[in-house]
């Protein structure tokens, strides 16, 4: 049961994927820290914040009242999810890709079209059963 355990443990798609977490977690804030430090500023450029703090544009409702789109937490996502994104493939999947590229490389699998069908395969046997029969 241990031994399973120790087996699935070690594979390398699992200590990938919990470095993956790991630096993903911690990039996340760097990344959080640079939009609220320069994007966000750069949106209250253009936009005020209204008055629970929402950068973005405000309209006028039908009933009178304001009510703000709040693009600057919008553009903070975006920007967070592709600079994740960007370094999760630079950093993981574009070396792992070429790790496996160079592994193949090494020890070529061997192509289904060169294997015989079962069909051919039975009547080798077939053929190999008589010639000991009749010997």
Do not use: C, H, W
């Amino acid at each position: 049961m241990f031994q399973g355990f120790k087996e699935f443990i070690t594979k390398g798609n699992v200590i990938d994927l919990a470095v993956a977490v790991v630096i993903g977690g911690a990039f996340t804030a760097i990344v959080t820290a640079v939009v609220d430090s320069i994007i966000t500023p750069l949106v209250a450029l253009f936009y005020q914040p209204d008055a629970s703090g929402n950068i973005g544009p405000t309209l006028t409702g039908i009933y009178g009242q304001s009510v703000t789109f709040p693009l600057g937490n919008l553009i903070t996502a975006l920007i967070s999810f592709l600079a994740v994104a960007l370094v999760v493939y630079f950093v993981f999947v574009v070396p792992m890709n070429t790790y496996k590229e160079r592994q193949a490389a090494r020890n070529p699998a061997v192509e289904e079209d060169t294997l015989p069908s079962e069909q051919e395969l039975l009547i080798e046997i077939r053929d190999l059963l008589r010639k000991d029969a009749l010997n």
